[in-house]
Nanobody, 122 residues
Framework: QVKLVESGGGLVQAGGSLRLSCAAS????????LGWYRQPPGAERDLVAF???????HYTDSLKGRFTISRGSADNTVDLEMNNLKPEDTGVYYC????????????????WGQGTQVTVST
């Protein structure tokens, strides 16, 4: 049973920073990539960023420069540093375990974490 456990969410004022962490455990957690998605209130879940086992990163264009994804101190961990947060960054942030897709450079989500709430106040 694979588990992805997020931590680090909370309430922050606009302009502030938060760091999210995710740890994967269990049989089969050797994902090809780990990533973060977010779901704003009343909206769909969308990709924030992911990082492959080789260290290659991919970001949603609109978040580049403010969000940074990195591998944690252990191979099965991933962090998301979020700076200059805006109210529109509010939502539930989900850690995702990704596996390689059919086509080169493609990935699909195999497992989700439970999510952690991030609320940015004005």
């Amino acid at each position: 049973q694979v588990k992805l456990v997020e931590s680090g969410g909370g309430l922050v004022q606009a302009g502030g920073s938060l760091r999210l962490s995710c740890a994967a455990s269990g049989n089969g957690f050797d994902f090809n990539a780990l990533g973060w998605y977010r779901q704003p209130p009343g909206a769909e879940r969308d990709l924030v960023a992911f990082i492959t086992t080789g260290g290659t990163t991919h970001y949603t264009d609109s978040l580049k420069g403010r969000f940074t994804i990195s591998r944690g101190s252990a191979d099965n961990t991933v962090d998301l540093e979020m700076n200059n947060l805006k109210p529109e960054d509010t939502g539930v942030y989900y850690c995702a375990g990704l596996r390689s897709g059919q086509y080169s450079g493609s990935y699909y989500v195999d497992y989700w974490g439970q999510g952690t709430q991030v609320t940015v106040s004005t």
